[in-house]
């Protein structure tokens, strides 16, 4: 069977770059062999081990669950009973950015003059400054990915994999990793498989 090598860590990074060019919204690219994935059951496991049973895990899961079970995935009770794992990765990158105070004071610096007996030349100037006034505003720009690869389980042969992202300001109510998760999860998987290799744009669900 042909076999893929996606290199999703180099695209993460062009796709930051395409979000902020495009103004928000979720990019989409998504690796597999260009052959039929017959539905079956299919288990959400965690790509870390270390995070399996958290409550945060299970809540990620349950949204992917959720997603493939829309396209024609069943859930499967156990992985051990499963056709297909989706081993799935969430991460957010925080960056702050310091913005300039909207408040400026100028000041201005009159002119002068001189003349000489019997007429002279008389000079004149002005300078004018202004200077912010407090510290500014410091924003927060949240990065959210989510990753999904699916593989048979018989053999953890990988047959499908995606990546998601967006951009947002840590001010959006939907920033946090518990309501970005479902809007990734959606839009990776809102045309399974999708065209290989090539990333897709797709509206911020409002």
């Not at 990074?13 to 495009?22: G, I, S, V």
């Not at 829309?70 to 499963?82: K, L, M, N, Q, Y």
């Not at 998987?189 to 897709?200: C, K, M, N, Y």
Request: hydrophobic share 40%; proline share 7%; with cysteine.
């Amino acid at each position: 069977m042909p076999s893929f090598r996606p290199l999703l860590a180099p695209v993460s990074a062009a796709l930051l770059l395409a979000a902020c060019a495009t103004g928000g919204g979720i990019e989409v690219t998504r690796f597999h062999l260009n052959q039929p994935v017959p539905r079956a059951s299919v288990a959400v496991v965690a790509t870390d081990p270390v995070v399996a049973q958290s409550l945060e895990f299970r809540t990620y899961a349950a949204a992917v669950a959720s997603e493939m079970a829309r396209i024609g995935f069943d859930t499967a009770v156990a992985p051990g009973s499963a056709t297909y794992l989706a081993a799935v990765s969430v991460t957010q990158q925080s960056h702050a950015v310091q913005r300039p105070s909207p408040f400026r004071i100028g000041v201005g610096l009159g002119g002068f003059g001189g003349g000489g007996y019997g007429g002279g030349t008389a000079v004149g100037g002005g300078l004018g400054v202004s200077a912010p006034v407090g510290k500014g505003r410091i924003d927060e720009t949240r990065f959210n990915t989510l990753s999904i690869k699916l593989k048979r389980r018989a053999d953890e042969s990988l047959i499908w994999e995606g990546t998601a992202t967006d951009l947002t300001s840590g001010r959006d109510p939907n920033s946090s990793l518990s309501a970005a998760v479902p809007a990734l999860a959606h839009a990776m998987l809102a045309d399974f498989p999708g065209r290989s290799g090539v990333t897709a744009h797709y509206p911020q669900p409002r």
